[in-house]
């Protein structure tokens, strides 16, 4: 049995074997360079149907209850073809609304779909060399019925945290059961403690101090990797000890993973991510999970919706100011321009409008390091599909990764990034962002390779002869379990 103590130290060393899904078809978690990119293959409104109401009041009506799989599955030839690795599934779980506050963990059916499509949508993204990754809500989780009445699989109270609200109810107010657990339920230990924001009140926070918790969490991965899960996005882990997460990967080996820390502080980010390293192995920070880049999200909305491109710069250049975590942590940042909950009609306003701006943005992070994340809305709703997917194979033909070295400067008002392929100095992609003109490069070296309102990107030509047929090639399969 192996064990870790809160900071992700591994307190029992031994050797991890290499099973079938870290060797041949796929990246191990957490390995440096990584060339994937992502998409975020839902969006707040793909559980609901009919009129709703968003922030700020405003109306909008949507029809994808239960539809949801099936639209993504339609959409997998599509992904495939834009060069997609990777993309960021809702809740897989029965739960409340958009599956955020989950009850029976081991029903696959939901708002999104049943069992039946879940899992079709699965296959055909995993034929489509399409790694899925389980958004995992493990922080907290809600009765069926009541408020502690854990079903499928049963829990006993033990496994709620001591300060949880449930323990502080009303009896009066509770049904028999949850009555009866609260006056002689055995309690788990104080929620978490060091981070800013460790419980939520819309469900029981869960001790994961507790060992059995623990393995009941552990069998869990299990069944969604065998349903074809890849890997996880860890939701709300400020909620609980990064040791734990580290504990998590290490026993279920995911392909990919990265944890919800939403901070802007760069710096913040990058404590919790030291935090899930793996002590005990050769490179500890290896295989730590990764982490949202909020820093540099906020930092793009400052100043590409400010037109203030001469600030781009200071977003990869560590000096403390206005450091993204590409500063900080390159290899272990997933960057992105909005997510489920970051704009409408979670908040009143998207991030970005539909206009020159958000292209800008994309053609910022998508030749950047870190692991870039695409929102479906982007891509999709707004259409904007084609521009995207451009961007994304320059990123490839160009050879950019996580880790890729860069230099930047101010043309101008224009910001000039150049990117390569190594980790230290090189050079096999050039990107300008801003409205001006007098930026050119040797054409003899370099090639234009796409360019749109304010941005455009060239790839050195050496480079784009050595990678075009392995990018433009069909993306290979991925096995399905079970088959």
């Known amino acids: 049995m192996n064990t870790f103590d809160l900071t992700g130290r591994l307190l029992t060393t031994i050797a991890i074997a290499v099973s079938w899904f870290t060797c041949g078809d796929g990246l191990a978690q957490g390995e440096y360079n990584d060339n994937r990119v992502m998409m975020q293959g839902f969006m707040w409104e793909s559980h609901q149907d009919g009129m709703q109401t968003g922030a700020g009041g405003h109306s909008y009506e949507v029809q994808w209850t239960g539809k949801w799989y099936d639209h993504v599955k339609e959409k997998a030839n599509e992904l495939a073809d834009a060069k997609f690795d990777l993309i960021w599934l809702p809740p897989?779980?029965?739960?409340?609304?958009?599956?955020?506050?989950?009850?029976?963990?081991?029903?696959?059916?939901?708002?999104?779909?049943?069992?039946?499509?879940?899992?079709?949508?699965?296959?055909?993204?995993?034929?489509?060399?399409?790694?899925?990754?389980?958004d995992l809500v493990i922080n907290h989780r809600n009765g069926t019925g009541g408020w502690s009445t854990f079903k499928n699989p049963q829990w006993p109270s033990k496994f709620i945290c001591s300060t949880d609200e449930f323990w502080f109810q009303d009896p009066s107010t509770l049904n028999n059961e949850?009555?009866?657990?609260?006056?002689?339920?055995?309690?788990?230990?104080?929620?978490?403690?060091?981070?800013?924001?460790?419980?939520?009140?819309?469900?029981?926070?869960?001790?994961?101090?507790?060992?059995q918790l623990r393995s009941e969490i552990k069998a869990y991965l299990k069944r969604l990797r065998e349903l074809g899960y890849r890997g996880w996005r860890y939701d709300m882990v400020k909620g609980f000890?990064?040791?734990?997460?580290?504990?998590?990967?290490?026993?279920?080996?995911?392909?990919?993973?990265?944890?919800?820390?939403?901070?802007?502080?760069?710096?913040?980010?990058?404590?919790?991510?030291?935090?899930?390293?793996?002590?005990?192995?050769?490179?500890?920070?290896?295989?730590?999970?990764?982490?949202?880049?909020?820093?540099?999200?906020?930092?793009?909305?400052?100043?590409?919706?400010?037109?203030?491109?001469?600030?781009?710069?200071?977003?990869?250049?560590?000096?403390?100011?206005?450091?993204?975590?590409?500063?900080?942590?390159?290899?272990?940042?997933?960057?992105?321009?909005?997510?489920?909950?970051?704009?409408?009609?979670q908040k009143q306003f998207d991030t970005f409008a539909n206009d020159e701006k958000l292209l800008q943005a994309y053609a910022y992070l998508l030749t950047h390091p870190g692991v870039p994340c695409v929102y479906w809305k982007h891509y999709f709703e707004w259409n904007r599909g084609d521009e995207i997917k451009a961007l994304i194979k320059a990123r490839k033909y160009a050879g950019i990764h996580s880790g890729s070295y860069i230099k930047s400067e101010v043309h101008g008002a224009d910001y000039v990034a150049i990117v390569g392929d190594q980790s230290q100095e090189s050079s096999t992609l050039i990107v300008k962002i801003g409205p001006g003109f007098g930026f050119n490069v040797d054409a003899n070296l370099w090639g234009l390779e796409t360019s749109g309102n304010g941005y455009a990107v060239w790839i050195r030509k050496s480079k784009k002869e050595e990678t075009r047929q392995a990018v433009d090639a069909e993306q290979t399969p991925f096995p399905i379990p079970g088959d």
């Open 92 to 134: 897989p779980s029965q739960g409340e609304g958009a599956g955020y506050h989950p009850q029976q963990l081991y029903e696959f059916s939901n708002n999104y779909g049943n069992h039946q499509q879940h899992q079709e949508m699965l296959n055909q993204l995993l034929e489509h060399g399409i790694e899925p990754v389980a």
């Open 178 to 211: 949850d009555r009866l657990t609260l006056n002689s339920g055995a309690r788990g230990a104080p929620d978490y403690t060091f981070s800013n924001y460790p419980n939520w009140h819309g469900a029981r926070d869960l001790d994961h101090t507790n060992s």
């Open 241 to 345: 000890a990064p040791g734990y997460i580290a504990e998590y990967n290490y026993d279920s080996q995911p392909t990919f993973a990265v944890g919800e820390y939403w901070d802007a502080n760069a710096y913040e980010v990058s404590q919790w991510i030291d935090g899930t390293k793996m002590y005990g192995l050769d490179d500890p920070a290896k295989k730590a999970c990764s982490a949202f880049d909020f820093s540099t999200q906020e930092r793009l909305r400052e100043f590409i919706n400010g037109g203030k491109y001469d600030h781009l710069p200071a977003i990869h250049f560590k000096d403390g100011a206005y450091d993204g975590l590409i500063a900080v942590n390159n290899d272990k940042s997933v960057t992105f321009l909005e997510n489920h909950d970051t704009g409408f009609p």
